[in-house]
């Protein structure tokens, strides 16, 4: 098991096996590149870039009669403001601005994340605009149905044959057992999936076809149950299956890794942000002799690089320059996103911070994001305006909120949405005591016996311990009484544990909840991730 070996880079362009896989997971709408120096070597490259670099590497392949296959493992939204910041916008969805850019990929397979299924508006968008059908079939969601029909929201498996090498794969595209998905979509467990009539038929259509790989679009990460659950599905299924080449392509934890799962099977996972453009290649067949000098099946040797999502890498990877590297599917590519960047603003400078700021620095640190959020941000811009209670107002959030860091000297529009991307409103329940709020902050997971380590996949040496849930502004104290504020994110959680400590039931809490500010068309309104930018400009003029 390797995990976050960004040791190993490729280093010049790359040498082909049988099968070659290119794969790009957990973008979260960051197509345009970084706007920061937050990684060494700086993420300068988008889709735009990455086209270019996989029609370069096609070409290299065919030269040498192979092909490569382009795969994209989901969680296309919630990241960047191309996705996010038509959230407030009409028609208010996530991605209205994104999915028609991600049409104009050549990507031979793609399946959905987590992210894609929080929202029925982009569940149902991805479906009625044609981005879904758009792929031909080759958009993979074998455990992702629609509520209402039944059918999956895309195709359940689908076979590539590649016109160099005739080498034929057969993809599956799996998620996590998610349970936290829209009323649109109902994600099934795959360890039921895997035991229905239509996977079994597929594996044996993929023995009949002579299929030389399976590849599992996996949305969950490289060493969840699940992989095992599906890995042995295959294995179980006759002796031709055991020994069938298998690679999972995972994501979902947004982190570098490689796992060898059996003697044909491999897991890898290729980053987060487009910071990764992951490569994985294999030969077929490999073969050893064995005691009577029979020559018998062997172990394969997956090789996988991660590439850096910056010019130069990709220069080297590609054995191109800056004058032979753009094709011109790629620049055409880069002006429809710079030209979508300019229409929604995501390059303004609302302010100009003085130091960083880190969602990974620990509480009580200079930098941490998180004291800044709890103790300027959120008094600032949701606490401004008084409930009418009288009384003091406080917030509990979990430590999921926030994504990125603050990068002095300048702050774009767009590090609004990489900030705080979930557009989730706030809520309130009123009257709490403090001796109460202490109560239900432990149960939550805000107490010093509950703790979880939290680390910047950018720079991966970054991590420190905080809690699951953390309260602000400021020390709670016993004898005062609150106005409870949090999100709808962690209305579940807060709800749960207000109902123990009060001893009712979660129905009387909520029944008791206050909506705050959540109306959109309401020059009052404010969320999560619009706070950040009603308090740049005041907190850092330029």
């Known amino acids: 098991l390797s995990r976050n070996s960004f040791a190993t880079k490729i280093s010049g362009p790359p040498t082909f096996g049988d099968v070659n896989l290119l794969i790009i997971t957990d973008a979260h709408s960051w197509i345009a590149g970084h706007n920061h120096d937050d990684h060494n070597p700086m993420l300068n490259a988008g889709y735009g870039e990455i086209a270019s670099a996989v029609a370069h590497v096609k070409d290299m392949a065919a030269t040498d009669g192979k092909d490569v296959f382009f795969v994209n493992n989901g969680d296309h939204v919630e990241g960047s403001g191309l996705s996010d910041a038509s959230m407030y916008l009409p028609p208010y969805i996530h991605g209205f601005n994104l999915f028609p850019l991600i049409q104009l990929m050549p990507f031979d397979a793609l399946t959905i994340g987590n992210h894609d299924l929080y929202d029925d508006s982009t569940v149902t968008f991805m479906q009625e605009s044609g981005f879904v059908e758009s ?24 076979v590539l044959s590649g016109p160099n090498s005739g080498v034929k794969i057969m993809l599956f595209g799996f998620l996590y057992h998610m349970t936290d998905s829209c009323d649109t979509v109902v994600v099934e467990d795959p360890a039921q999936v895997v035991k229905e009539a239509w996977f079994t038929a597929a594996l044996d259509d993929a023995l009949k076809q002579d299929i030389d790989s399976l590849v599992i679009l996996s949305h969950m990460d490289l060493e969840d149950r699940n992989v095992g659950v599906i890995q042995a599905a295959i294995r179980g299924h006759s002796n031709a299956a055991a020994e069938l080449p298998l690679v999972f392509v995972t994501g979902h934890t947004h982190y570098r890794g490689f796992n060898k799962i059996d003697s044909f099977g491999s ?24 005691e009577n000098g029979t020559a018998v099946a062997d172990d394969i040797y997956f090789d996988f690089s991660y590439v850096d999502a910056n010019m130069e890498v990709l220069y080297d990877f590609t ?3 800056a004058d032979t590297f753009d094709t011109d599917s790629g620049l055409g590519i880069r002006t429809a996103i710079d030209g979508a960047v300019a229409e929604l603003g995501l390059r303004e400078v609302l302010g100009c911070p003085t130091q960083n700021y880190s969602y990974t620095a620990a509480l009580g640190a200079q930098d941490s994001l998180y004291d800044l959020y709890m103790d300027v941000i959120v008094p600032n811009a949701v606490f401004d305006i008084p409930t009418g209670t009288g009384l003091v107002p406080y917030q509990l959030t979990s430590t999921g909120t926030l994504r990125y860091d603050i990068y002095a000297p300048t702050f774009y529009y767009d590090d609004v949405f990489a900030i705080a991307p979930f557009s989730n409103v706030f809520l309130y329940f009123s009257r709490l005591s403090g001796s109460e709020l202490l109560e239900v902050s432990d149960a939550v997971g805000g107490g010093s016996e509950r703790v979880q380590t939290v680390r910047n996949p950018l720079k991966w040496e970054q991590e420190s311990t905080m809690p699951a849930f953390i309260g602000g502004p400021g020390p709670v104290n016993t004898s005062t009484t609150y106005d409870l504020f949090f999100s709808d994110y962690d209305e579940s959680a807060i709800v749960g544990a207000i109902a123990a400590v009060r001893g009712v039931s979660k129905e009387d809490v909520t029944a008791a909840l206050v909506p705050w500010r959540s109306d959109r068309e309401s020059e009052d309104f404010v969320d999560t991730t619009l706070c950040w930018s009603k308090n740049v400009a005041d907190l850092w003029p330029c």
């Open 135 to 158: 792929w031909g079939g080759r958009y993979l969601t074998s455990n992702t149905r629609n509520a209402s029909t039944g059918k999956t929201i895309g195709s359940k498996y689908t």
């Open 267 to 290: 897991s890898f996972e290729a980053g987060h942000y487009l910071d990764t453009l992951g490569w994985i290649s294999f030969n077929l067949n490999p073969t050893s002799p064995a």
């Open 319 to 321: 054995n191109t320059t």
